[in-house]
C-alpha cells in the first residue's frame, strides 16, 4: 500500500523533531546538517512491505539486502559473485549444486550455518514465495558449511535463485520474525513504527566491507511527498521521475542510474478460434495475429521521441528488452532508420493486404478493421507511453483502443488483446517467461500471454534451460532472438529503457550501484552509500 500524504505529513513532523541541534555556542544546525556530521541518512522506499521483513515470504525486493545476506548476488555487468557462498559445483548430470560457505554470523551473535540454508530454501518453498523453487527437488546439509541442492531438471539459471533469498537463522524464526527480522547483512533491524519509518544500523558482524553509513532511516512515501521532503530538508535521498526531476531544487543533485527496466507492448500472436486457457479466459486476435500489424507498429513508432517527450531524457531506446542485457543478440536491434518510420509501416501494411477502402482512416482486410485494445496498469510513465503509441498507430491506420485495468482484473483479457508490460529482471529465464510456446494459456497468464509459439525458440529456450551454468547457456539465449524480436515474428513491440531517478541532498552518492531492474535494486549495494 502507498500512503496518503497526511500520514506522510505526519511522519514528516516526527522526523522534524530532533531537526535543530546545537552545534556551537549560538549556532544551530538543520536536521539534514545533523545526519551528515553523524554518518546518518533518511531515504524514502515508497510502499510499506505487507509481509513485513521476512526474506522467505518475499515482498520487500531490494530492502532484502539491507537486513539479509544471499548466497550469490549480481557484479556491476550483471555477472556473478560470491556473497555468503564462497563457491559452488553442479554435478556432470547437471542435477545437483553444492554451495559452500563463507564464517558469517547473524546479528544475535550466531554463526550462519548449512542448516539455516537449508531451512530457508525448504520454508520459502513450501510458503510460494514470490519466486519460482519447483526445480528443487531436494536441500541437504552436508556438513556446517555445505550443502547440497538436487534438481528435477537441469536448470542453467538456478545461480538466480541462489541469488534471491535472503538468509535467516532456523533458531529464530518464528511467529514475530516478520516484525523483529535477525539476519547477517550489512545493516541489523532497530525498530519499526509501522506506518512511518523502518531504523536500521550498521551491523559490527558483517563480514563485507562495513557500511559507510551508520544509521538508515527509510520512510514510507508517496513519489510527490518524497519530492518534497527531500527539497526541505526532512529527507535525504527519494526516487523521483523525470518529469520532477526537471524542477530546480537547492541544496540537492539529480542522480539518474542506467536501468534494464523494459517498457513493450505484448501481442496475442494466434488468431481468435475458440481456444482457452488453463483459467477458461479466450486466447487470440484476429488483427494482431496478423504479422504485418506487428511488424509495421515496431516500425512506425518513434522510441527517441518517447525517450525524450515522456521520460524527458531519462532513459534510452529499446527495440528488443535486452539492450544492456549479456545475452543480447546485437544483430537483432534495430536500427535507428528501421524504427519512428510512418511511411516505412503503411508500406509493410499495404504489403500485407491491408488498405483503407472506405477512407475513414482505418485501414481493413478481409472485411475486418485493423482495430484493437491495448491493456495498461497504473505506473509511472505507462499511460504517457502508451498514448504516445495510440497515437502513432493511428496515423499508419491502425485504431487502438487503451483501457486502464488492474493485475486482478486483467486476466480475463490478458490473451486476446494487446497488453503494456514493464519487464528486466537480469535473468535470462525471463526469456523463457516471455516467449516459450508451453507457457501459453498456463497457470501464470501473463507469461507469454500472448500465446507466441515457435519451435525454433522452444528448442533453444529448452538447451538454455539445461545447460550446466549461464556462461554456457548464453549461445541457445541469443539464438533464439532470431524469431523472438521485431525482425523476427515480432511478438513484443519494445519501447524504452526508463533510468531510475533519484533526489538527493548534496553530497550524497549511491557509490557505484549495479544497472538497476525493473522494480530498481537501489539497496543492493548499501553498503557503498555515503556522504561525500
Not at 189 to 194: A, G, L, M, S, T
Not at 238 to 251: D, F, V
Not at 279 to 289: F, L, Q, W
Amino acid at each position: 500500500m502507498e500512503f496518503k500524504k497526511a500520514a506522510a505529513l505526519l511522519l514528516t513532523c516526527a522526523i522534524t523533531v530532533t531537526g535543530l541541534a546545537a552545534c556551537g555556542e549560538g549556532k544551530k544546525v538543520s536536521g539534514r546538517e545533523q545526519r551528515i556530521l553523524n554518518n546518518e541518512i533518511v531515504v524514502t522506499i515508497g510502499s510499506e512491505p505487507e509481509t513485513g521483513f521476512d526474506s522467505t515470504t518475499g515482498g520487500h525486493g531490494s530492502i532484502t539486502k539491507v537486513l539479509f545476506s544471499t548466497l550469490f548476488k549480481r557484479d556491476k555487468k550483471l555477472g556473478w559473485e560470491n556473497d555468503l557462498a564462497t563457491g559452488y559445483k553442479v554435478s556432470d548430470d547437471k542435477l545437483t549444486w553444492t554451495v559452500t560457505l563463507r564464517d558469517a554470523k547473524f546479528t544475535d551473535d550466531t554463526p550462519v550455518k548449512a542448516e539455516d540454508v537449508v531451512y530457508t530454501y525448504e520454508t520459502a518453498k513450501k510458503a510460494g514465495a514470490d519466486i519460482d523453487l519447483t526445480m528443487i527437488d531436494s536441500i541437504k546439509e552436508v556438513d556446517d558449511k555445505t550443502i547440497e541442492f538436487k534438481l528435477t531438471r537441469p536448470y542453467s539459471p538456478f545461480l538466480e535463485r541462489l541469488a534471491y533469498l535472503g538468509i535467516v537463522p532456523k533458531h529464530a524464526h518464528s511467529e514475530g520474525f516478520k516484525d523483529n527480522p535477525v539476519g547477517s547483512g550489512p545493516y541489523k533491524f532497530v525498530q519499526w513504527d509501522k506506518g512511518q519509518q523502518v531504523i536500521v544500523e550498521a551491523n559490527e558482524k558483517y563480514y563485507g566491507e562495513a557500511p559507510k553509513i551508520k544509521k538508515l532511516t527509510m520512510v514510507f512515501m508517496d513519489t510527490d511527498t518524497a519530492f518534497a521532503a527531500v527539497k526541505n530538508g526532512d529527507v535525504d535521498v527519494a526516487q523521483i521521475n523525470g518529469t520532477l526531476a526537471s524542477q530546480k531544487a537547492e541544496g540537492t543533485d539529480v542522480i539518474d542510474i542506467p536501468s534494464i527496466e523494459c517498457y513493450g507492448i505484448c501481442f496475442p500472436v494466434i488468431p481468435n478460434e475458440g481456444r482457452k486457457a488453463q483459467d477458461g479466459a479466450v486466447m487470440g486476435n484476429n488483427i494482431t495475429s496478423d504479422i504485418s500489424i506487428r511488424k509495421a507498429l515496431n516500425a512506425a513508432v518513434d522510441r527517441e521521441k518517447i525517450v525524450k517527450g515522456v521520460l524527458n531524457g531519462y532513459g534510452s531506446v529499446s527495440t528488443t528488452g535486452l539492450e544492456k542485457m549479456p545475452w543480447l543478440n546485437e544483430e537483432t536491434v534495430l536500427a535507428a532508420e528501421e524504427y519512428g518510420n510512418v511511411d516505412a509501416a503503411k508500406k509493410i501494411l499495404n504489403q500485407g493486404g491491408w488498405s483503407d477502402t472506405n477512407n475513414d482512416g482505418i485501414v481493413e482486410k478481409d472485411g475486418k478493421k485493423a482495430a484493437f485494445d491495448l491493456l495498461y496498469t497504473d505506473g509511472v510513465y505507462r499511460q504517457e507511453m502508451a498514448l504516445e503509441f495510440v497515437n502513432v498507430a493511428r496515423e499508419i491506420g491502425i485504431e487502438i483502443t487503451l483501457k486502464k485495468t488492474t493485475w486482478d482484473t486483467i486476466l480475463p483479457d490478458i490473451h486476446q488483446q494487446a497488453v503494456f508490460y514493464g519487464f528486466g529482471s537480469g535473468d535470462p529465464s525471463e526469456l523463457y517467461n516471455l516467449y516459450y510456446g508451453g507457457n501459453a494459456g498456463g497457470p501464470v497468464a501473463w507469461d507469454n500471454s500472448g500465446c507466441y509459439n515457435s519451435a525454433e525458440v522452444n528448442e533453444n529456450i529448452d538447451k538454455a534451460l539445461s545447460a550446466t551454468d549461464e556462461a554456457e547457456a548464453i549461445t541457445y539465449w541469443k539464438a533464439l532472438q532470431k524469431s523472438a524480436s521485431a525482425k523476427g515474428d515480432a511478438p513484443y513491440c519494445w519501447l524504452a529503457n526508463a533510468n531510475h531517478v533519484y533526489l538527493a541532498a548534496n553530497g550524497f552518492s549511491f557509490g557505484n550501484p549495479t544497472i538497476q531492474p525493473h522494480g530498481g535494486r537501489i539497496f543492493d549495494n548499501v553498503a557503498e552509500w555515503s556522504w561525500k
